[in-house]
């Protein structure tokens, strides 16, 4: 199987700052790439996601950086509030096939 | 917009006993997808659905784990005869057709084996 791995597995962030949650993927043939969060209970919620051709993406708060040099892939979150405290996985698309890292759990401190 | 529907929400059986999962995905999406999520990691898919026919299927454990999708709409996934390692939770999601699309993600069902 594929090796799609988050280098922290927990980070602890104050309210208002700013998170970076990263990932590093072992396929270098990826061509898609995707942030969930998932809170306790629920499914996997969609945050952002980049294709291979694209080096940043921005969204609401968020910003994904892809390095395909290194294989890397991280997360900045701006102004990190207690609603984001969640587990966050990267996932990357091969083929058919996603491949889910192992998550990082991000606890924001009020 | 209704979401992804799964039951049942949690599930006990001993092992060597049958169960089924059912998932109903958004109205109009083509593609849906079972996944499996074992406590601490991520989920990991185990078929892919696109309306009815099967696109991926090789994380699937065939000799023990079966899932249909007949009219292209609902879908169940089934495991005879469950082992202990199967206790997980069972996420369905679906899209609209093509992978990069979004994926929207059920709630799951919490499958616990004794």
């Known amino acids: 199987g594929e090796s799609v791995g988050l280098h922290l597995p927990t980070l602890s962030v104050q309210e208002g700052d700013n998170s970076i949650i990263n990932c590093a993927y072992s396929n270098s043939a990826s061509d898609y790439f995707i942030w969930y969060k998932q809170e306790s209970g629920k499914g996997p919620q969609f945050i952002i996601d980049i294709r291979s051709n694209m080096d940043k993406r921005q969204g609401q708060r968020v910003t994904v950086l892809l390095n395909k040099t290194v294989k890397h892939l991280s997360l900045q979150i701006a102004a990190t509030q207690p609603g984001d405290s969640a587990v966050y996985f990267c996932?990357?698309?091969?083929?058919?096939?996603?491949?889910f890292g192992t998550g990082t759990s991000l606890t924001v401190i009020p | 917009e209704a979401g992804v529907a799964q039951s049942p929400r949690y599930k006990i059986i001993e092992k060597r006993q049958s169960v089924a999962f059912w998932c109903n995905p958004i109205s109009g999406h083509a593609t849906l997808y079972w996944y499996q999520q074992i406590l601490g990691q991520g989920p990991k898919l185990l078929i892919q659905?696109?309306?009815?026919?099967?696109?991926?299927d090789s994380q699937l454990p065939k000799d023990r784990f079966s899932a249909e999708r007949l009219k292209g709409v609902d879908s169940t996934l089934k495991i005879q005869p469950a082992k202990l390692e199967d206790s997980a939770v069972y996420l369905c999601?679906?899209?609209?057709?093509?992978?990069?699309?979004?994926?929207?993600f059920g709630p799951g069902t919490r499958l616990t084996v004794l």
């Open positions: 659905f696109q309306n009815n026919g099967v696109v991926d």
């Open positions: 999601a679906s899209s609209l057709v093509h992978i990069f699309n979004e994926q929207f």
């Open positions: 996932a990357e698309n091969t083929g058919n096939q996603f491949y």
